[in-house]
Nanobody, 128 residues
Framework: QAQLLESGGGSVQAGGSVRVSCSVS????????VGWFRQSPGNEREGVAT???????MYANFVKGRFSISQANDKDTVYLQLSSLKPEDSGIYYC??????????????????????WGQGTQVTVSS
């Protein structure tokens, strides 16, 4: 069974940057879709960005131009660079993956129900 491990969260001031990482192991697929989600207390989980095995990214409107998703050359790690951070970006950031498919086009790519495997999350706290 695939395993996902997030890292790199922390505390940062508004306007700052942080990079979170998602390491994926125990998988044997060349086609996949990896997504980043976040959840803060009292709020529902929301999709942030996705990337397909072919490198195609997709972003939620509220992070366009501020966040960037990428993957390492070995494709075992997916990064999310968070820049121009706002206090409302605080939350636990989770990565998730679904194998044997690329990310769908449109808003369905950011639907958590699409993904099969999830990590435990990493906390990002943005102070004003």
């Amino acid at each position: 069974q695939a395993q996902l491990l997030e890292s790199g969260g922390g505390s940062v001031q508004a306007g700052g940057s942080v990079r979170v990482s998602c390491s994926v192991s125990n998988y044997h697929y060349t086609k996949y879709c990896v997504g980043w989600f976040r959840q803060s207390p009292g709020n529902e989980r929301e999709g942030v960005a996705t990337i397909s095995s072919d490198g195609s990214p997709m972003y939620a409107n509220f992070v366009k131009g501020r966040f960037s998703i990428s993957q390492a050359n070995d494709k075992d790690t997916v990064y999310l660079q968070l820049s121009s951070l706002k206090p409302e970006d605080s939350g636990i950031y989770y990565c998730a993956v679904r194998f044997s498919v690329v990310c769908p086009s449109g808003p369905s790519s950011l639907d958590g129900e699409f993904f099969a495997y999830w990590g435990q999350g990493t906390q990002v706290t943005v102070s004003s």
